[in-house]
Every structure is written in structure tokens, then in C-alpha cells.
DNA sequence: ACAACATATGTTTAAGTGTTCATATGTATA
DNA sequence: TATACATATGAACACTTAAACATATGTTGT
């Protein structure tokens, strides 16, 4: 890429293409490996449904059982067992069982804060 | 759904039935509206793609042109402007032009924040 | 064991979406 | 203005997925 010498254009040549390499290869060895980012990319794409999204800040401060759920967001029964699942086993949300009904609450605080950073940055 | 009148139950139906409706209907009045939680889905929308979050990641504390993503993550250019766009309209990422090359960088410190709390969520 | 209720799961279908290829727009230099 | 480079955009296709319906599993009380 670079013509000739030009020593007296090194400064500026760090700024641009070889410069340039050097960040993106810097960069490339900061970067999480491809499979911890997939997984990140699949933990969002859980809170990526407003369906999902309903039925978690409905849990944001109670937890709540399967028909609770579906009566509150006029949901069919079925769905709202379908969306716990996916959100169980992204571990969203954490379950007890007590008779005939499951209650369901938000697993831990990394689920609040995410929901809330998230909101934040809707509301701006 | 109170068969006769059994007052000395009473206590146990606000556990039960009474008392769920009236938690149910606690909960409807602090959900926020439909178009916030909507938007907040289609927030986290954005964060659930791979190859998007690759590309916030990239960013994380750099600025970097589109070639660089495209090379950093051996994606074709056409891929990484149309995610670029994506990313755009979110808010999600700001950018400069220079020259001939475009430099993104995440928009705020919200969006460093909810892939840091994503982050601690899959690395448990 | 049986009936009634609560939840879970399997399957199908319609709608949404990321990638690719081709092409257009924008920018700098000769 | 013509050329090369950087980025953006349009369209088609393959793939994913949420919802609906039917049905299965699990629990309680009779």
C-alpha cells in the first residue's frame, strides 16, 4: 500500500493504514470469544419479544403464576407456558411449585438491570 | 367460586383466589404502557443478533471504520453497513465521516451497560 | 380411582429477518 | 471529469420463530 519511503509522513501513515491495522489487530485479540458472544447474542434475543418483555416486568416486582400471567396480558395459557420455558432455560426466570399452580420471579438482578438499563434508553 | 360463606376461611381466600385478582389488578396498573414495552422489545432486538453484537463489541472502546469491522470479523462490507443501519436507527451507535471512511462508536454509556450486564449474565 | 383444575408440550403455519449479490451514492485524487 | 476507493441501499432467498390448537402430564379433593 505504501508508495515509495516517505518517512517524513510516518506519523500520518500510523493514523491511517498501517495505524489502522494495528487497532483492528489489537481489537481482535480483546474480543470474547465467538461462542461467549453468541450466547450473548442469544440471552437478548430471549428479552427481544414484547411478549416475553410483558411477562417479565409483570414479574418485575411479584412473582406470579401461569394464569396470573395470562389473565393479566390476555395471553393464551399455552403461549405464556411456551415463553416461560424459553425464559427458564435462559434462566430469566426461576419457578416454585405450590399445589396445583407454578409461580413464577425474575431469576436475579442482572435480569432487573437489564430490563431497567433498557428501559432507560427507551425512554430517552 | 366461594361456596356458602365460611367468614373463618377468610383470611386463606386472600391468599387464594380473592387475593390473586387483587394482585393481578395491582400488577395491570404498574405495567407500562404497550408501545414502551414494545419499543423495549424491539430494543433488545438489536442486541440479539451475533453478528450485531460482534460489531458492538468491536467497539467497545474504539472507534472503527466499516472496513475494519468487516475485516475485524471477516463479514462482507455490504453485511456490516446494512447492521451499521440497524444499529443507527436504534441509537444504539454514532458515527463521523473522514474522508472517504465512516467511523462508528457506541452512542452512550447505556449501551456499554446493557452488554456488560448481558456479559455477566451468560459468564455465570 | 375419578373428576376438575393448572401447567406443559408437540405440531403446524404465517410472519419476520439476516445474508448475498448487484448496484448506487459519496469522496478524494490525478 | 474520470478513476478508484469507501460506504450505502435494493431485492431475493433461506432460515428462524411466535401463536394457535390439540393433547399430555401433574396435582388436589372426593
Redesign the interface.
Known sequence: MATGRGDELKSIQDETSKG?ED??EK??G???D?E???????????????T???IL??M???E??VN?IA??LNLSQSSVSHQLRILKSS?LVKFRRDGKSVYYSLD?E??R???S????????
Open positions: 489502522r487497532i483492528v481489537i481482535f480483546q474480543q470474547p465467538d461467549i458472544l453468541y450466547d450473548l447474542a442469544e440471552l437478548f434475543k430471549v428479552f427481544g419479544d414484547s416475553r418483555i410483558k416486568y409483570s418485575f416486582e411479584n406470579l403464576c396470573d389473565k393479566l434462566k436475579d442482572h435480569v438491570a437489564i430490563i438499563m433498557g428501559m432507560e434508553h427507551v425512554e430517552e
